[in-house]
Each structure stands twice: as structure tokens, then as C-alpha cells.
């Protein structure tokens, strides 16, 4: 019980982060891991409980690890071209 509590109050903090306003890309690419993270531990917490096979814990860190690499890679570009993560300094449209 404790613990699926602090997975919850992991995953509010790190959607707390994502949602409120930050300058940098890379806080909000870390506010991303961190969620991942939380999601990691709650569906360990959920397959040990329930006795089943730890095979989609890999799946899903292998699909985790894929997302921040492409996102580490999108930094690299945004800082190549751009010079800086300031999401000021660029324009979307």
C-alpha cells in the first residue's frame, strides 16, 4: 500500500512538472523519464502481486529506453541548430 502511494505521488510530481511552464527542453524530456519511471514501478509493484511473468517489464523498458534515446537525439539536433534547448528561441509553426 505504501509503496503504490509513493509511485502516485511520483507520477504527480512528474506530470506536475511536464504540464507547468519550463524554458528548457531538457526538463521536460527528464519530467518524461521521470513518469516513465513511475509507470515502471507500478506495473512491477502490479506483476509481483499478482504472481506473473516479469517478461513485460522488459518490453516495456525496452520501449522506455527507445523513447529516451529519441528524445536525446532530438535534443542533440534542436541544440545543433538552434544553439541552445530554449523553446523561446525557435519557432514551431
Given at each position: 500500500?505504501?509503496?503504490?502511494?509513493?509511485?502516485?505521488?511520483?507520477?504527480?510530481?512528474?506530470?506536475?512538472?511536464?504540464?507547468?511552464?519550463?524554458?528548457?527542453?531538457?526538463?521536460?524530456?527528464?519530467?518524461?523519464?521521470?513518469?516513465?519511471?513511475?509507470?515502471?514501478?507500478?506495473?512491477?509493484?502490479?506483476?509481483?502481486m499478482i504472481e506473473y511473468n516479469m517478461f513485460m517489464l522488459m518490453v516495456f523498458l525496452?520501449?522506455?529506453?527507445?523513447?529516451?534515446?529519441?528524445?536525446?537525439?532530438?535534443?542533440?539536433?534542436?541544440?545543433?541548430?538552434?544553439?541552445?534547448?530554449?523553446?523561446?528561441?525557435?519557432?514551431?509553426?
Open positions: 500500500m505504501m509503496m503504490s502511494l509513493l509511485v502516485l505521488v511520483m507520477f504527480l510530481i512528474g506530470n506536475m512538472i511536464f504540464v507547468s511552464k519550463h524554458k528548457h527542453l531538457l526538463i521536460v524530456l527528464m519530467s518524461l523519464e521521470f513518469i516513465v519511471l513511475s509507470i515502471f514501478f507500478l506495473l512491477m509493484l502490479y506483476l509481483v525496452v520501449f522506455s529506453v527507445c523513447e529516451g534515446a529519441l528524445g536525446l537525439s532530438i535534443l542533440v539536433s534542436m541544440i545543433r541548430t538552434h544553439g541552445n534547448d530554449y523553446f523561446q528561441s525557435f519557432n514551431l509553426i
